[in-house]
């Protein structure tokens, strides 16, 4: 490190401290140094905290676990610095309060019907508002993982099952209703063409029957002489 010169890294700034107060913000690059001033670096790349699970009561009074992913970065290293002695977590904090406040005007419905979101902009709305007073810009707030109850993914993997089942049942009928007309229909063709039916007869016989045809009717009318 030289006594005259500080190198500030790519992606990152350095507050310079004289005195007790900042001075100035140095970029990334080679600057000289001011005699007795002190140094902070910042890091300004983005950064991914993971919001563990935690248990939030629906507006229907389900308790579900959800868990979430908070993608940040610091826009004002001064405020970053000064504002806070721990920002990152007052930026974890705003993002759980954001998850809790967004989920309790949901039931448990809104959760688990098929195409429901979660108000991710919201989250991220509510987290950012928080975040910019450390000097922190929130990129997203990603919703990872919504953990429902037992009982309740018990029940949803029944109501599943049953609409299956229904289903099955439904196709099974409408199967068995056409065989039904179909049967019908060829019971009205062969009343209306008997040739038909001896026809039909014959076809269903099994292999090696012998088929006797009789040409004619018999006479059981004739005259005796």
Not at 73 to 101: F, I, K, N
Not at 115 to 142: C, K, L, M, S, Y
Not at 173 to 178: C, D, K, P, S, Y
Not at 186 to 198: E, F, R, W
Request: hydrophobic letters at 50%.
């Amino acid at each position: 490190m030289s006594l005259f010169t500080i190198t500030v890294p790519a992606r990152h700034c350095a507050v310079e401290y004289l005195n007790g107060k900042h001075e100035r913000v140095l970029a990334p690059g080679r600057h000289r140094r001011t005699w007795r001033a002190r140094y902070v670096t910042v890091d300004l790349r983005d950064t991914m905290t993971v919001v563990a699970p935690q248990e939030v009561m629906t507006a229907d009074g389900v308790v579900v676990k959800v868990s979430a992913v908070v993608r940040w970065a610091v826009d004002d290293a001064v405020a970053w610095l000064e504002q806070a002695g721990d920002p990152g977590a007052l930026v974890y904090l705003a993002a759980q309060v954001a998850l809790r406040d967004a989920l309790a005007g949901l039931d448990l419905d809104d959760l688990t019907r098929r195409g429901a979101r979660v108000p991710a902009d919201e989250i991220t709305a509510a987290t950012a508002a928080v975040a910019g007073t450390v000097g922190v810009r929130v990129g997203e707030v990603v919703v990872r993982d919504v953990i429902l109850p037992v009982e309740v993914r018990h029940a949803a993997a029944e109501l599943v099952t049953a609409r299956q089942r229904g289903l099955a049942l439904l196709e099974g009928a409408r199967a068995e209703t056409a065989a039904l007309r179909s049967l019908a229909n060829g019971a009205k063709l062969l009343d209306a063409h008997p040739a038909l039916a001896q026809l039909r007869l014959v076809q269903s016989a099994p292999h090696g029957t012998q088929v006797v045809l009789r040409v004619g009717q018999p006479d059981h009318g004739g005259e005796q002489g």
